[in-house]
């Protein structure tokens, strides 16, 4: 139960928070993912994401460490060449990276889908997979990737898809993966769906606060037992990460996200989900576009979309593409603004704090 190691929180919502893992939560995490991706002596795997990240510490490089797995690595996980360089040179079987990654990995016409062949399981995590990478990664590469979920503070993987598994004795097929899903929950984790004000169980299928058991949880926040006190709660007896996401199991255990509760704008009473807001808008972008929606403070309607271009496209035409997708109106921003690069952390994931503060600078 000693901390092993202390890592911070991407910042894309607040101010980072030193997060205590200890050696019980980064072990068990090794053994619950390695359970689920069964490594064979053939196996090598390429890591590509910073040690700073906990899916790049416990994944790509305590996991091939303890578990006697090839590991292969390379510094800069942007360079996609280079990494499908390294990826052929090197046979790599396994390859795990952020959406982020995995887009550019996509989009780049220098890399050659011989390069990725040998690839046997693709795992996207840390942010949500839009079902358009995951199309142009398997036209390009004939891959599919696989999304799965977790946090920091669950040292970090909980759930995962995975490709089906025969078993055995009896030839039943174990279905390891839905699509539209974040899988099912990694052996010897619990989830469950509760109310996000009285913490009441929900029935399968129904929407609310994700939360985490296992050995995975965290001890707790560095010097802020306050903040550890809002997140994890013991329920019969049981340790419970509080993840702040709002999603739901399906009758076989598949969780789904909805959203971050903290990315719903509450626009004229209504509350919007950012995600899907983000998810509808991006049908309408080409490779070479990015953008971020935020919600600001608004006089009238108590909040407002705001738009972040990056790219070619013209705000203009974009204006009257998403008119043309014929949403509620409530999902449609009231302000558009092109700016020189969209807000991204150093894991590529989305700065949707430094999202919001340029859009109130820019509205401003």
């Known amino acids: 139960t000693e901390t092993a190691a202390i890592l911070f929180s991407s910042g894309s919502e607040g101010v980072p928070k030193g997060i205590e893992l200890s050696h019980q939560n980064i072990l068990g995490n090794i053994k619950q993912f390695i359970n689920v991706i069964n490594p064979t002596k053939n196996d090598v795997m390429l890591g590509t994401l910073p040690i700073f990240h906990s899916f790049g510490i416990t994944v790509t490089t305590f996991a091939p460490l303890i578990e006697s797995i090839p590991v292969v690595c390379h510094p800069d996980p942007t360079d996609g060449l280079g990494i499908a360089k390294m990826s052929h040179k090197y046979n790599a079987t396994f390859l795990f990276a952020t959406a982020t990654f995995f887009r550019l990995y996509a989009r780049n016409k220098k890399i050659h889908p011989k390069m990725f062949e040998n690839l046997r399981m693709v795992i996207a995590g840390a942010e949500k997979l839009p079902k358009e990478i995951t199309k142009l990664f398997k036209e390009r590469f004939g891959k599919e990737i696989w999304e799965g979920y977790g946090a920091t503070e669950t040292a970090p993987a909980a759930s995962c898809n995975v490709h089906d598994a025969i078993v055995p004795e009896t030839y039943h097929v174990q279905v390891g993966g839905k699509v539209g899903t974040i899988g099912l929950p990694l052996p010897g984790t619990a989830m469950m769906i509760v109310d996000p004000e009285s ?4 029935k399968r299928g129904e929407a609310g606060m994700i939360l985490i058991g296992g050995v995975q949880v965290m001890k707790g926040y560095l010097k802020n037992e306050a903040k550890t006190q809002e997140v994890i709660k013991e329920i019969d007896g049981i340790r419970w990460y509080v993840t702040g996401d709002k999603g739901h199991l399906d009758e076989d ?3 789904t ?11 004229g009473g209504e509350m919007i989900s950012l995600g899907l ?17 935020t919600a600001i403070p608004d006089e009238k309607k108590g909040e407002k979309i705001v738009l972040l271009l990056e790219g070619e496209k013209e705000i203009e035409v974009l204006k009257e593409e998403v008119k043309a997708l014929g949403l509620n109106p409530l999902f449609i921003p009231s302000n558009y603004f092109k700016v020189d690069e969209v807000p991204k952390l150093g894991t590529g994931k989305a700065d949707f704090k430094g999202a919001k503060r340029l859009a109130l600078g820019l509205v401003d």
């Not at 996200?257 to 626009?267: G, H, L, P, T």
């Open 199 to 202: 913490f009441e169980a929900l």
């Open 253 to 255: 255990g598949f969780l």
């Open 257 to 267: 996200i909805v959203d971050r509760y903290s990315r719903f704008a509450k626009i």
């Open 277 to 293: 807001v983000e998810a509808e808008i991006g049908k309408l972008m080409g490779e070479e576009d990015h953008f971020a929606i």
